[in-house]
């Protein structure tokens, strides 16, 4: 008999690569930033608990990321962990601090293997130490590499790593290590948490949610964005292409004309 679904697979596996290969030809995005969302909603609609969902978006992670990485893309910047997550229960933040161990614990070799280098962003003093040693585990052996940025943004949040820049340039300036007069908007972004990469090109968010939620304030003022009502844990290669094509066909023009 024949199997539809794993001829169905192939079609699409097929429809993938061409359409990859068509992107390629065009200028990609070389970062791309992801708002992760709807995995309680992914879940309540199946009605299982939160942490179901929270799961089975992992497994979008590894999909995206290798898809992301054979576009060429050089960053992918993921909102894993808000500063603002800490008020949900006490149970599902356990479980959000307990996924980036057995993401990199599963996927660790793998990333090695793509050529990824993992990088997080995020106030740590508040980060559990089993989630910390983990993510810096996978930093220190993914370190040589010299791909594709898989860039978590966990226990993130835009206005406080704003404040902290204005703070830390307070200090420099008092302390004469800067000159007040060369402050300019190249060197204040040197204080932030992205000093070492470039603004996102596009910004996507998932599950119908049309705002940023603190999510890098500065570096989002010309990026492109891309929303879509689809869950986290739903979202296919087939959507992540469907942006990246809706990014080339827009005019960037930063404040000029084009």
């Known amino acids: 008999m024949i199997n539809k679904k794993k001829l169905w697979r192939t079609a699409n596996d097929h429809n ?8 390629k030809e065009e200028p990609v995005p070389e970062h791309i930033a992801i708002i992760m969302d709807g995995n309680g909603r992914w879940a309540k609609k199946r009605a299982l608990p939160r942490i179901a969902g929270h799961h089975e978006g992992m497994k979008t992670v590894k999909k995206i990321t290798k898809l992301v990485n054979k576009l060429g893309v050089k960053v992918l910047t993921l909102y894993a962990f808000s500063t603002e997550n800490w008020k949900r229960p006490k149970h599902e933040v356990e479980f959000l601090m307990k996924l980036p161990e057995e993401f990199l614990g599963m996927f660790l070799p793998e990333l090695i293997e793509e050529n990824v280098r993992v990088q997080m962003m995020g106030e740590r003093s508040q980060i559990p130490k089993h989630t910390l040693n983990a993510v810096e ?97 739903d979202f296919k290669e087939d959507h992540l292409l469907e942006a990246v094509e809706a990014f080339q066909r827009r005019s960037r023009r930063f404040g000029g004309l084009s």
Request: overall charge negative; aromatic content about 10%; cysteine-free.
């Open 137 to 233: 585990k996978a930093m220190e052996q993914t370190s040589g590499n010299d791909g594709l940025i898989l860039n978590f943004a966990l226990n993130y949040g835009s206005r406080a790593e704003i404040l902290t820049a204005v703070k830390n340039i307070i200090s420099d300036v008092k302390n004469g290590i800067i000159l007040e007069e060369n402050l300019d908007e190249e060197l204040f972004s040197r204080y932030l948490m992205t000093e070492h990469l470039q603004d996102p090109d596009l910004l996507i968010r998932t599950s119908g949610e049309i705002r940023l939620s603190n999510f890098m304030l500065w570096q989002l003022a010309y990026t492109e964005f891309w929303f879509t009502d689809t869950n986290w844990p």
């Open 16 to 23: 993938i690569e061409d359409r990859v290969k068509k992107i």
